[in-house]
């Protein structure tokens, strides 16, 4: 009809989420985590989102977060996990202090990272207190490049029991109670340099 608006995408009104939110947020993602709600592909489904994930969150916090709030929410820690793995890919001179939960670099490492990212600066001198939660949600989800196999690469199958990977740990053959264990390179997510 003519009177009537034009039908289409009509964006809602922004719920900006509050610290707490987020905080409970990545609580509730990593708890989803160790209780297994992740499916085969390693994402939390929307499905257990809506009906878990989001009704514990609100009723909690006594907000009204829904699944399109949650995506936005998680894009965002998503680039900010992705900003932590640019100073590891930046430098080796990176590391992480778990007591102060602050990267730390010699002065020399800290000043030609931020010629080159001057946005970064809270990131020398602020305490990041969900660096470890951010890299239990994400650490296998962000792509790095350290998994990458070039045209000229040898490679060699591995085959992994579920687990094994997430526990940095390799048995080979264990059909034939080979005892033989193979660590992973340091490049992990839960090793303490980044």
């Known amino acids: 009809m003519m009177g009537d608006p ?4 009509e964006k809602g009104p922004y719920n900006q989420w509050t610290p707490d ?28 989102v809506k009906s878990k994930l989001l009704p514990a969150l609100n009723k909690r916090l006594g907000c009204n977060k829904n699944h399109k709030n949650y995506l936005s929410r998680l894009k965002f820690l998503k680039n900010l996990y992705q900003s932590y793995l640019n100073l590891k890919r930046f430098s080796s001179g990176f590391g992480w202090d778990p007591e102060t939960k602050k990267f730390t670099a010699p002065d020399e490492v800290w000043r030609d990272y931020l010629k080159a990212h001057p946005n970064h ?7 990041i207190d969900h660096f470890e939660d951010v890299q239990i949600i994400f650490g296998d989800a962000v792509a790095t490049g350290s998994f990458a196999v070039g045209m000229s690469d040898s490679t060699c199958p ?37």
């Open 6 to 9: 034009p039908r289409g995408k």
């Open 21 to 48: 939110e987020t905080d409970v947020l990545i609580e509730l993602l990593v708890e989803g985590i160790r209780q297994n709600w992740r499916d085969c592909s390693g994402i939390i489904g929307k499905l257990t």
């Open 121 to 127: 600066k809270h990131m020398q001198t602020e305490s």
């Open 158 to 194: 591995r085959i992994y029991t579920v687990g094994e990977r997430s526990q940095g740990k390799k048995t080979v053959n264990q059909d034939e109670n080979i005892e033989e264990v193979y660590e992973f390179s340091s490049q992990h997510p839960s090793s303490s340099r980044i």
